[in-house]
């Protein structure tokens, strides 16, 4: 609806009744610290009570008083009394949050003010000049255009999770958007106000613009309230179920100016006072589901596709106006002739937004194809280090075993002799033992006694007075007969053999030696 439509007394509150749909976005605030806006988070009852007072208020008042100044004065300013709740319940989120989030908030508060400019000027015609809205009004425009910040605040999606790069791209969008309802603004209604004035023409075709914006603007709510979940979805939801009362509103009091029996703070005022008071408590309650916020839901690929398109869309949207100016309807010459010198300026301011967002997303696109061959060349040299890395591992590791063999066959070896020594006996002896105990039980338990098995047979060496040789010739030359006689013995024991130094001058030689079976024998 608009607040101009007609000259009558209903027309009057036409200014109000766009309130019904221009508030559809209340903003949802969180939790503030100083002491007032606390107040406020913590107590969303206590303010649904004074909106609902104010709310029976006015019906009381409505009913009670007939059709009169006074009656104009408390309903214009009970209005303005509520978009200004609206506007300071904006400023907490705000003044909090940041980023995305932040800026939601501010394009919120900035529909709602712009909306209460409008109430503003309605009332200043009404309260202080004490006449009636010219028809049409000047400030429709300004009341048209406050749905478009609320828009832009939802295509921002604060439930989603920052995209970050990308966020030039979708002030773009929003100033597209802006561009094009005020240009749908200029082509459909403002013809009829200054270029042909048709005061019914205007009133109908400003109705039906009006309408078709919160159309879109209803729907955008029931997709984010839809996709979201936790707070956010709460709030989505007070916001579309206040919007849409608002669109009914409007509905309702357009029929009754039709029926010339609509005038400002009449009941039909009702349905817009408790859309603005829902507006408004949107506020608290997204202060008090702040405390308990949930995080943010990870972007996901079609996050902000949806803006974008429709932006894209209003571009698009552009050479059928021009040929709706051009040959659409029975427009007068001059209407025609507006319409189209709007439309092709409009086409050049566009396009020169889309030749920027064009821009910017070439100059990101090489941004990250630059990053990508970045990061592709920085694992092509991490490759390179890891398998240098696992060359050299496997060098290490190889090189490790053989020293660890080395150490082992140290620990086991006599330096003086280099024969085996005790500790290397003792090594090999369990296993040795174990398999010569088990042939051994296997022949015993063979009723045929006849198989063979392997017995081991200690032969110790000693040398004789080796005590001498260390006194009379020294302990150089005892270790150099030690070193013989291992050598002597080595080349006289078989290879199978075991030849091991068992401590000073003592030698202990373990073979095996088979055992013929009873049948063989």
Not at 4 to 10: T, Y
Not at 42 to 48: D, N
Not at 76 to 100: F, H, W
């Amino acid at each position: 609806m608009r607040s101009g439509a007609k000259s009558l007394p209903q027309t009057k509150h036409l200014g109000s009744d766009r309130g019904y749909l221009r508030n559809a976005c209340a903003p949802p605030t969180q939790t503030y610290n100083y002491p007032v806006n606390l107040r406020l988070s913590v107590q969303p009852r206590q303010w649904a009570v004074v909106a609902s007072v104010a709310v029976c208020a006015q019906g009381l008042f409505s009913l009670l008083w007939s059709h009169s100044l006074r009656l104009t004065v408390f309903g214009d300013l009970i209005q303005c009394v509520l978009l200004v709740s609206c506007v300071l319940s904006v400023l907490p989120n705000a003044t909090r949050e940041k980023g995305r989030t932040r800026l939601f908030w501010v394009l919120i508060g900035g529909g709602f003010g712009t909306w209460l400019s409008a109430q503003m000027l309605w009332t200043y015609f009404e309260v202080v000049r004490h006449q009636e809205v010219p028809n049409p009004f000047v400030g429709d425009v300004i009341l048209f255009l406050h749905i478009v910040p609320l828009m832009a605040a939802l295509a921002l999606e604060p439930h989603v999770r920052p995209d970050g790069p990308l966020a030039k791209l979708g002030s773009l969008d929003f100033a597209l958007l802006l561009i094009w309802w005020l240009y749908l603004f200029l082509f459909v209604v403002i013809p009829w106000q200054y270029v042909y004035p048709n005061e019914a023409i205007y009133g109908r075709s400003f109705d039906v613009l009006y309408l078709s914006e919160h159309l879109v603007f209803l729907s955008a709510l029931a997709l984010l309230w839809r996709r979201s979940t936790g707070r956010w979805k709460t709030i989505y939801a007070n916001l579309l179920g206040a919007a849409l009362l608002y669109a009914i509103s409007s509905i309702g009091a357009s029929v009754a100016i039709d029926l010339h029996v609509y005038y400002t703070g009449s009941l039909y005022d009702l349905p817009l006072l408790a859309s603005i008071a829902w507006f408004s408590g949107v506020g608290s309650i997204a202060r008090a589901l702040s405390q308990a916020s949930q995080p943010a839901m990870t972007a996901s690929p079609k996050h902000g596709v949806w803006a974008a398109r429709l932006a894209m869309s209003a571009v698009f949207s552009t050479p059928f106006m021009i040929i709706w100016a051009e040959f659409g309807g029975h427009a007068p010459m001059s209407v025609r002739t507006y319409r189209l010198v709007l439309t092709l300026g409009t086409m050049v301011v566009m396009g020169f937004l889309v030749f920027l967002k064009q821009h910017l997303l070439d100059w990101e696109l090489i941004r990250l194809l630059q990053v990508s061959q970045e990061n592709l060349q920085e694992a092509s040299r991490l490759r390179d280090a890891l398998l240098g890395k696992e060359k050299s591992l496997t060098w290490f590791s190889r090189e490790l075993q053989r020293k660890n063999l080395e150490l082992q066959e140290v620990s086991f070896t006599d330096s003086l002799t280099g024969l085996w020594n005790r500790r290397y006996l003792e090594e090999i002896l369990a296993s040795d033992v174990g398999l010569v105990l088990r042939e051994r039980g296997r022949a015993h338990e063979s009723a045929a006694g006849d198989i063979d098995h392997h017995d081991l047979v200690f032969l110790m060496v000693d040398i004789d007075f080796f005590k001498k040789v260390n006194d009379c010739h020294g302990h150089v030359v005892g270790d150099e007969l030690l070193r013989k006689i291992s050598k002597r013995l080595s080349g006289v024991v078989r290879r199978s053999d075991l030849l091991i130094r068992w401590g000073g001058e003592e030698f202990l030689i373990m073979r095996e030696e088979e055992v013929v079976g009873i049948l063989k024998k």
